[in-house]
Nanobody, 121 residues
């Protein structure tokens, strides 16, 4: 079973930046799409960013497009989410997730433990 462990998160001011990291264990990491999703209290979970197995393709939620960047380094089984120009609307628990397919538009099979991101002055 794939295990995903997240690092990062915390409190930042509006306009600030934060980087989340996700370390994946298990076989064939480079064959599967990865994603970052988030959920705020009282709101539904939403897909923030998705990256294909090779890293060649990405998809972003409209609310974060131009501000967030998802990337991966398959050599060491890492996935990252760089978050810039953060707003209070970005406050949520962020989850790293892995698909069993090379590409997905939002369906994932394995999940990290979640990381709180709070944007507030």
């Amino acid at each position: 079973q794939m295990e995903l462990v997240q690092y990062g998160g915390g409190l930042v001011q509006p306009g600030g930046s934060l980087r989340l990291s996700c370390s994946a264990s298990g076989p064939n990491f480079s064959k599967y799409a990865m994603g970052w999703l988030r959920q705020a209290p009282g709101k539904e979970r939403e897909s923030v960013a998705i990256i294909s197995a090779s890293g060649a393709s990405t998809k972003y939620a409209d609310s974060v497009k131009g501000r967030f960047t998802i990337s991966r380094t398959n050599g060491n089984n890492m996935v990252y989410l760089q978050m810039n120009d953060l707003t209070p609307g970005d406050t949520a628990v962020y989850y790293c997730a892995q698909s069993n397919l090379p590409w997905t538009t939002g369906n994932f099979d394995y999940w990290g433990q979640g990381t709180q991101v709070t944007v507030s002055s």
